[in-house]
Each structure stands twice: as structure tokens, then as C-alpha cells.
């Protein structure tokens, strides 16, 4: 089985930064697109950052263009997120998680979730 471990998460200040790490264990000798999404308390959750096992491409939630960056060591299988700039906005527990859709966007292409780590961001 995949399991996927988030960490990283927790109090900044507004305008402040945090890095979260995903790593993916079990059954990884399949690549897989890693992606992050994120849930604020009473909405539902939000894509956030993306990058294809395919062809590499990255994609970004509109909300966190420019402030979030993602990357990933293929060889360790582990992702990253950057967050900069965050706001008291971007407050909510991230998940990563792991597929192999094409559709990198879509919450329905992800197979295997973390349980989440949660970012909060104070004014």
C-alpha cells in the first residue's frame, strides 16, 4: 500500500513563510503526480499546487500564484510546498496526496491522501 505523510505545518504571522513536506511509503515504484490541497474549516477542499508524474508540468491554485512554489525529489519520493507571503487567508489544513490521473487539478485523479497538517496564519 501508498501511505502519504504530510509535515510542517504551523503558526506564522501573516506575511511570514512555512515549507511542508510530503513523503510517499509503501508501493512507490510506480511514479505518481503529487499534488497539495487544502480545507478551511467549513468549505470544501481547495486545490493548492500540482506537478505531473507525466510530463512534470506544474499547476497553481489562482489564490496562491506567485507566493507558493512546489517541487519534488523524484528519487526520494518527497514533495515540497513553499509557502511565502501567507495570509491569514491561506489559514487551513493541507493535504498532500498522490495519483495517477491526468486531470492534475481534480481532486477525483488522487488515489492515496495524508491525513493533513494544518497551517494557520495570524494578522
Known amino acids: 500500500q501508498v501511505q502519504v505523510v504530510e509535515s510542517g505545518g504551523g503558526l506564522v504571522q501573516a506575511g511570514g513563510s512555512l515549507r511542508l513536506s510530503c513523503a510517499l511509503s509503501g508501493r512507490t515504484s510506480t511514479s505518481y503526480t503529487m499534488g497539495w490541497f487544502r480545507q478551511a474549516p467549513g468549505k470544501e477542499r481547495e486545490f493548492v499546487a500540482a506537478i505531473s508524474w507525466l510530463d512534470g508540468v506544474i499547476y497553481y491554485g489562482d489564490s496562491v500564484k506567485g507566493r507558493f512554489t512546489i517541487s519534488r525529489d523524484n528519487a526520494k519520493n518527497t514533495v515540497a510546498l513553499q509557502m511565502n507571503s501567507l495570509k491569514p487567508e491561506d489559514t487551513a489544513v493541507y493535504y498532500c496526496?498522490?495519483?495517477?490521473?491526468?486531470?492534475?487539478?481534480?481532486?477525483?485523479?488522487?488515489?492515496?491522501w495524508g491525513q493533513g497538517t494544518q497551517v494557520t496564519v495570524s494578522s
Open positions: 496526496a498522490a495519483g495517477r490521473g491526468t486531470n492534475i487539478r481534480v481532486i477525483k485523479e488522487y488515489n492515496y
